[in-house]
């Protein structure tokens, strides 16, 4: 505007600021109708199928194999095959040259793998996109740094690889808990049966076609897709040597059983209900945006999700307020929409779950609090919710949710304040607000958690451990310790 133009009151200003749609096009992903297993570098034509399907608005996708325990032997036997021909022995330089090459066509095919995760597993695209994929690729740069460092990383300890690791990996991050199991287990020498979960098996089978590209022998990496009782077939076949479980509590508990006395390794990443504990001296603002992350980032399908939010006594009042009116801002929707957050709850039985917990808070005597928003009418959606006047006895403070509900309760003292948070059969992550570097290092020490995050929360990074205590499994996925599992020793 020059200085001569005369001022004007009535600008057009609109009324409506919503969003348009930014629909990601899914013509980059070229789907099958029919998928085989991935055993011994090949498609195995699978002797039962079962239709996949897209979670925002139950499209069915492709026939995916239901893995029969013949399939399964047939996958442990490619495996051991491959072990034994020359995978194991081979050095660690030259096993790196694959996991580099495998990290490089996950960046270059990354859209095509984001759109796919995002259809068939119900996140929104700029999470598969920003979070997943990037992170996926940064697993197998990361263990191609390590497969020919071993020596150096365990001093005097010989370390040798273990074998056949057959690998169980849950819905929620499915490409990203393929390459947590597959990457260190590569660098290590080991050759792998993994199972995706039944209702996300897509980007799975999608990275078959990466592994050729990348020109991995055969037999390195066999795919059975299938449902829980591939998985147990996997577990108690004879010809696997280490069993790495992602998923719930009460499957962990059961396959720990079934392996006792084996001999076989065992590594199990379960459940959680993570404490996020938010001190008065907090930048409240940030903090609101941490606990926003830590809840409904994946539309709480994260088992280190933030689901209790333990918010000290005097700030309670303007962070809930806080904290509602940003919840009104989240758009809640198609998964391929560029600018949706939260997008569809996995599956009908993951839906159903969430749907019963929320019962059982109201009728606990917890008030709930959704914003309005409008849910698509076909597919599976549940709105983002938040409970306050929660109890620690209260089913929702107790059992994990795994959808976009958290549970707000309140502490006086830093030392209630870990009191409480411990008070649960779980131990994976834990959050802290606060601006006192020393009240960090504090609650780090007592907090009974695999990982704190100081003033952020799901930050994740292939060099750093990650795991839990309690129910929450053992052993360590990522950095350094995330190679023991995949190693013996001479001790
Ligand atoms: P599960 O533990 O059943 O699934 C995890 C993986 O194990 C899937 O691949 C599953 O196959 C497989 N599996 C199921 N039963 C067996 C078995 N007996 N032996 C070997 N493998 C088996 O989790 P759900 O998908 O049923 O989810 C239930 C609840 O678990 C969720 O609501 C959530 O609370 C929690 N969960 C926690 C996760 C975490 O990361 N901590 C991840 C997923 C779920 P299939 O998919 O075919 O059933």
Known sequence: MSELDPRSDDLAVPDDWTYAPAPESREVVRLRERYGHFVGGSWLEPAETYETIAPRDEEALALVGQGT?????????????AYADGWSALPGSERAKYLFRIARLLQERSREFAVLESLNGGKPIKESRDVDLPLAAAHFFYYGGWADKLEYAFPNRRPRPVGVAGQIIP????LLMLA????????????????????TPLTALLFCDVLRQAELPPGVV????????????????????????????????AIQRRLAGSGKKLTLELGGKAANVVFDDCALDQAVEGIVNGIYFNQGHVCCAGSRLFVQESIHEPLVEKLKRRLSTLRVGDPLDKNTDVGAINSRAQLEKIEELVASGR?????????????????????????TNVAQSYRIA???IFG??????????????????????????????TEKGSRILWMA?????????????NRFDPASPFGGYKESGFGREGGLHGLEPYLEFDE
Do not use: M
């Open 404 to 433: 976009p509900v958290l549970s707000i309760l309140t502490f006086r003292t830093p030392d209630e304040a870990v009191e409480k948070a411990n008070n649960t059969p779980y131990g994976l992550s834990a959050g802290v607000w």
């Open 171 to 174: 819905w929620n991050f499915p």
């Open 363 to 387: 009728e606990e005597g917890a008030e709930i609090y959704q914003p309005p928003c409008v849910l698509p009418e076909r597919g599976y959606w549940f709105a983002p919710t938040v409970f």
């Open 445 to 457: 020490q007592r907090l009974r958690a695999g990982v704190v995050w100081a003033n952020t929360y």
């Open 398 to 400: 107790q059992e994990e």
């Open 222 to 253: 066999n795919i059975v897709t299938g449902d829980g009782r591939t998985g147990a077939t996997l577990v108690e076949h004879e010809g696997v040597d280490k069993i790495a479980f992602t998923g719930s509590t009460e499957v962990g508990k």
């Open 180 to 199: 947590w199991k597959v990457a260190p287990a590569l660098a290590c020498g080991n050759t792998v049966v993994l199972k995706p979960a039944e209702t």
């Open 69 to 81: 325990a013949a399939d399964v032997d047939r996958a442990v036997q490619a495996a051991r095959g």
